[in-house]
Nanobody, 124 residues
Protein backbone atom coordinates (compact mmCIF):
# COMPACT_ATOMS: atom_id res chain seq x y z
CA UNK A 1 0.00 0.00 0.00
CA UNK A 2 1.06 3.54 -0.76
CA UNK A 3 -0.34 6.67 0.78
CA UNK A 4 -0.05 9.86 -1.25
CA UNK A 5 -0.51 13.39 0.05
CA UNK A 6 -0.49 16.37 -2.29
CA UNK A 7 0.29 19.92 -1.25
CA UNK A 8 1.13 23.25 -2.82
CA UNK A 9 -2.14 24.15 -4.48
CA UNK A 10 -3.73 27.55 -4.16
CA UNK A 11 -4.92 30.68 -5.92
CA UNK A 12 -2.61 32.37 -8.41
CA UNK A 13 -2.97 34.97 -11.13
CA UNK A 14 -2.60 34.07 -14.77
CA UNK A 15 1.06 33.96 -15.71
CA UNK A 16 2.10 32.94 -12.23
CA UNK A 17 3.69 29.76 -10.94
CA UNK A 18 3.00 27.05 -8.40
CA UNK A 19 4.87 23.93 -7.35
CA UNK A 20 2.86 20.93 -6.28
CA UNK A 21 4.38 18.23 -4.11
CA UNK A 22 3.24 14.68 -3.53
CA UNK A 23 4.68 12.86 -0.53
CA UNK A 24 4.51 9.08 -0.57
CA UNK A 25 4.64 6.68 2.34
CA UNK A 26 3.92 3.09 3.16
CA UNK A 27 5.70 1.17 0.45
CA UNK A 28 8.73 1.39 -1.77
CA UNK A 29 8.43 4.59 -3.71
CA UNK A 30 11.48 4.44 -5.89
CA UNK A 31 10.26 1.55 -8.05
CA UNK A 32 6.92 3.11 -8.96
CA UNK A 33 5.90 5.12 -11.97
CA UNK A 34 4.21 8.35 -10.96
CA UNK A 35 1.72 10.64 -12.61
CA UNK A 36 -0.16 13.88 -12.14
CA UNK A 37 -3.76 14.17 -13.29
CA UNK A 38 -6.32 16.95 -13.01
CA UNK A 39 -10.06 17.30 -13.06
CA UNK A 40 -11.88 20.53 -13.73
CA UNK A 41 -15.55 21.01 -12.78
CA UNK A 42 -17.83 19.21 -15.18
CA UNK A 43 -14.93 17.56 -17.00
CA UNK A 44 -13.30 14.15 -16.94
CA UNK A 45 -10.03 13.57 -15.17
CA UNK A 46 -7.13 14.04 -17.56
CA UNK A 47 -3.47 13.15 -17.66
CA UNK A 48 -1.06 16.01 -17.02
CA UNK A 49 2.41 14.50 -16.65
CA UNK A 50 4.14 11.22 -15.86
CA UNK A 51 7.60 10.13 -14.74
CA UNK A 52 9.35 6.79 -14.67
CA UNK A 53 10.83 5.25 -11.52
CA UNK A 54 14.29 6.60 -12.29
CA UNK A 55 13.14 10.04 -13.28
CA UNK A 56 14.88 9.71 -16.63
CA UNK A 57 11.70 9.44 -18.66
CA UNK A 58 8.87 11.94 -18.58
CA UNK A 59 5.78 12.65 -20.61
CA UNK A 60 3.38 15.58 -20.77
CA UNK A 61 -0.05 16.42 -22.06
CA UNK A 62 0.18 18.75 -25.03
CA UNK A 63 -1.72 21.41 -23.12
CA UNK A 64 1.02 21.75 -20.49
CA UNK A 65 4.15 20.90 -22.44
CA UNK A 66 6.87 23.55 -22.09
CA UNK A 67 5.05 25.07 -19.08
CA UNK A 68 4.97 22.25 -16.54
CA UNK A 69 7.83 20.08 -15.31
CA UNK A 70 7.51 16.82 -13.39
CA UNK A 71 10.38 15.60 -11.25
CA UNK A 72 10.99 13.25 -8.35
CA UNK A 73 13.33 12.86 -5.42
CA UNK A 74 13.43 9.19 -4.49
CA UNK A 75 15.45 9.94 -1.36
CA UNK A 76 12.57 12.07 -0.11
CA UNK A 77 9.78 9.87 -1.49
CA UNK A 78 8.35 12.91 -3.24
CA UNK A 79 7.25 13.83 -6.73
CA UNK A 80 6.84 17.42 -7.86
CA UNK A 81 4.97 19.33 -10.52
CA UNK A 82 6.40 22.75 -11.30
CA UNK A 83 3.75 24.79 -13.07
CA UNK A 84 4.77 28.00 -14.85
CA UNK A 85 2.88 30.43 -17.06
CA UNK A 86 -0.38 29.30 -15.55
CA UNK A 87 -3.62 29.92 -17.43
CA UNK A 88 -7.22 30.06 -16.22
CA UNK A 89 -7.86 26.79 -18.04
CA UNK A 90 -5.35 25.10 -15.73
CA UNK A 91 -7.85 25.53 -12.90
CA UNK A 92 -8.66 22.07 -11.52
CA UNK A 93 -8.13 19.65 -8.69
CA UNK A 94 -4.72 18.08 -9.22
CA UNK A 95 -4.14 14.48 -8.22
CA UNK A 96 -0.97 12.53 -7.71
CA UNK A 97 -0.99 8.84 -8.63
CA UNK A 98 1.39 5.90 -8.25
CA UNK A 99 1.65 2.78 -10.36
CA UNK A 100 3.06 -0.57 -9.33
CA UNK A 101 4.62 -0.60 -12.78
CA UNK A 102 7.90 1.29 -12.84
CA UNK A 103 6.90 3.42 -15.78
CA UNK A 104 4.36 6.18 -16.24
CA UNK A 105 1.16 5.77 -18.22
CA UNK A 106 -1.28 8.29 -19.61
CA UNK A 107 -4.26 6.16 -18.63
CA UNK A 108 -5.61 6.70 -15.13
CA UNK A 109 -6.72 3.07 -14.96
CA UNK A 110 -3.03 2.09 -14.93
CA UNK A 111 -2.46 3.67 -11.53
CA UNK A 112 -2.98 1.81 -8.29
CA UNK A 113 -2.86 4.56 -5.69
CA UNK A 114 -4.24 8.09 -5.62
CA UNK A 115 -3.92 11.12 -3.40
CA UNK A 116 -6.84 13.20 -2.20
CA UNK A 117 -6.11 16.06 -4.58
CA UNK A 118 -5.15 19.70 -4.21
CA UNK A 119 -7.06 22.63 -5.69
CA UNK A 120 -5.34 24.95 -8.16
CA UNK A 121 -7.22 28.08 -9.16
CA UNK A 122 -5.85 30.48 -11.75
CA UNK A 123 -7.54 33.87 -11.98
CA UNK A 124 -7.59 35.92 -15.16
Amino acid sequence: QVQLVESGGGLVQAGGSLRLSCAASGSTFRNKGMGWFRQAPGKEREFVAGISWSGLNTNYANSVKDRFTISRDNAKNTVYLQMNSLKPEDTAVYYCAASERNYYNRLDASYDYWGQGTQVTVSS
